[in-house]
């Protein structure tokens, strides 16, 4: 690995449909280059999380007054991955205005950390579009199938396989058909298939990728 002056920017962007592997992704890479972790997804089933438990009248203002002092860490302190709030959190993160609510403060963290590995499905096209901008991009790919069987051991296998697939399947559709940040590739970003990919390799093809940027931006 290329010797790293830790003074220095590195901001990583993984977007990927649901239950491919970039979360794994990012947090070994993230270790692996002493990088701020930022799970983009997270504050949007958090935001599905306190809409569920408290049932706002009015989301939108609701929502800014959670979000305007949330700490990241209490993000990892509630179980955010339950199948009612995947079904909820897909139809709430095509809202306009929610999405912005986040964006904002998701950019703050990326303004904190000038070291950082941001995954989500909008990190390269709109978090670390600018200002500043993703030093390099990936792009995670997998087969639905895999996908839902992944998903499946995370659920412990508690929710039936099939019922899974089916949410994934319509959780990829709205993620690629909604009307704003839709998920789709970077043109920069470079393609990671985690199906057809050990882990061990999916994380050296990245870090050869990422190396080279260190080395370029070094020069």
């Known amino acids: 690995m290329v010797n790293l002056k830790l003074n220095n920017h590195l901001r990583i962007a993984i977007d990927g449909e649901s239950s491919s592997g970039k979360s794994y992704a990012s947090k070994i890479i993230g270790k692996k280059y002493k990088c701020f972790i930022l799970n983009s ?3 949007y089933r958090y935001a599905s999380h306190l809409i569920i438990k408290n049932k706002p009248k009015k989301i939108i203002p609701f929502l800014k007054s959670k979000f305007r002092s949330l700490n990241y860490k209490k993000l990892y302190k509630i179980n955010l991955h339950s199948e009612k709030i995947s079904s909820h959190v897909a139809s709430l993160a095509t809202i306009k205005n929610v999405r912005n609510i986040i964006k904002i403060w998701q950019h703050k963290i990326v303004l904190q950390n000038s070291r950082i590995v941001v995954e989500g499905r909008d990190s390269a096209s709109v978090i670390l579009k600018k200002n500043p901008k993703f030093d390099i991009a990936f792009y995670f790919d997998c087969s639905l199938k895999k996908s839902a069987y992944r998903r499946y051991i995370d659920l412990k296998k508690k929710t039936p396989l099939k019922k ?21 590739k970077h043109k920069k970003a470079v393609l990671i298939r985690s199906d057809l990919l050990s882990k061990q390799r999916m994380i050296l093809k990245m870090a050869k990728e990422i190396d080279k940027v260190i080395k370029k931006n070094k020069n």
Request: glycine share 4%; charged share 40%; hydrophobic share 35%.
């Open 164 to 184: 899974v697939l089916q949410n994934l399947r319509n959780r990829r559709l709205k993620d690629r058909t909604r009307r704003h940040s839709a998920l789709k």
């Open 41 to 43: 997804g997270l504050a």
